[in-house]
Each structure stands twice: as C-alpha cells, then as structure tokens.
C-alpha cells in the first residue's frame, strides 16, 4: 500500500472512531505530560518508528521528518469519547522557532480540519459556560 493510500487510509479510520468529536493536544516531544497519557505517547512512538515509510512533514513548511527536518512540537488529536487511537502530526524546530503563535494555530486549524472537516474548535473554558 501507497504512504499516500495508507494516510488516507488511516483518516478514514479515525474519522470513523472519532464521531465527529475531538480533543487536540499541542507539545512538546519532551514534554512530561506524555508520560502520564500512554495512548499520546504510544502513538508519539508509532510516529517515531515510522517515519521513513510514511514520510511526514510539517504542516507549515512541507519539511520533510524523513529527511533532515526535526519535531519540536506535536500535534495530536484523540476522539472526545473513549478514545483508541490518536492523530499525530508535528511542527518542524525552525517553524516553531520563527513562526508567531498565531500561524502556528492556523496551521494546526488547516490540520484538524482535515480530520473533522467542517469541525469547530472551542475554547473549554468557553464551552463549559
């Protein structure tokens, strides 16, 4: 199977698990927190281990991880309700350096758009009210 028909693939899946509802986490890949959630660190792992086949890059400048570029921050996103799985994407070190905050959000929008099309991002401090 293709990387391009397996990503598909793989959205298609999680689309499926998801319902329509997600959470999102942005870290960093040293963050202690992903210690403490093993279903975002399995899945930071699966990330690792893959990526000279599936080759991902970051959302913002298209760098490739499979080549020279490094994560320095990453993306996931679970379903709201008993999640199984987690998607993962990650921004390269020189975008999260440079970009301002405000880019980075675009881009992560652009990303999760992709995995709930149509999908509204809340703020839960909004939302609870």
Known sequence: ??????RRADLRAFRRKASGAVLTYLVSP????????????????FWRSTIQQRQPFC????????????????LFA????????????????ACWNDLPPAMI????????Q???????FLDPCEARR
């Open 1 to 6: 199977m293709s990387n391009r028909h397996q």
């Open 30 to 45: 040293d963050d202690s927190a992903l210690d403490h959630y093993p279903l975002l660190g399995n899945a930071l792992a």
């Open 59 to 74: 959302p913002a400048c298209r760098a490739s991880f499979a080549e020279e570029a490094q994560p320095a921050a990453f």
């Open 78 to 93: 679970t379903a709201a309700i008993a999640p199984t799985s987690a998607s993962v994407s990650a921004f390269c070190m």
């Open 105 to 112: 959000e675009r881009e992560a929008t652009r990303v999760l």
């Open 114 to 120: 992709q995995v709930i099309p149509g999908g509204r």
